[in-house]
């Protein structure tokens, strides 16, 4: 059994911070391919970053790239996402997600286990 668990999302104004966390279990840490996701209201859910799993190659996408930090602590079995230069169009449920097996995904098909979500609110 494996679980997946999200947490440190919140309310926060334009141009402030949040980090968020992520555990997964079920085997070691460091054997999951790792990423973030996000599902604004009405929109479908999109990629926002990814970690190998070792945690030498991370992955983002155009709209985070440059304010948001992917990184995990295997030592720990976490994974997080500092969040910076917040935007409102950053407010999301955002999801962390595993795969077992793979060095790194992309594509929201390709993992296999997800969160529950964490609600992220930029206001302006």
């Known amino acids: 059994q494996v679980h997946v668990v999200e947490s440190g999302g919140g309310l926060v104004q334009v141009g402030g911070s949040l980090r968020l966390s992520c555990t997964a279990s079920g085997r070691t840490f460091s054997s999951y391919a790792m990423g973030w996701f996000r599902q604004a209201p009405g929109k479908e859910r999109e990629f926002v970053a990814a970690?190998?799993?070792?945690?030498?190659?991370?992955y983002y996408s155009d709209s985070v790239k440059g304010r948001f930090t992917i990184s995990r602590d295997n030592a720990k079995n976490t994974m997080y996402l500092q969040m910076n230069s917040l935007k409102p169009e950053d407010t999301a449920v955002y999801y962390c997600a595993a795969d077992f097996g793979s060095d790194y995904d992309l594509m929201r098909y390709e993992y296999d286990y997800w969160g529950q979500g964490t609600q992220v609110t930029v206001s302006s």
């Open positions: 970690i190998s799993r070792s945690g030498g190659s991370t």
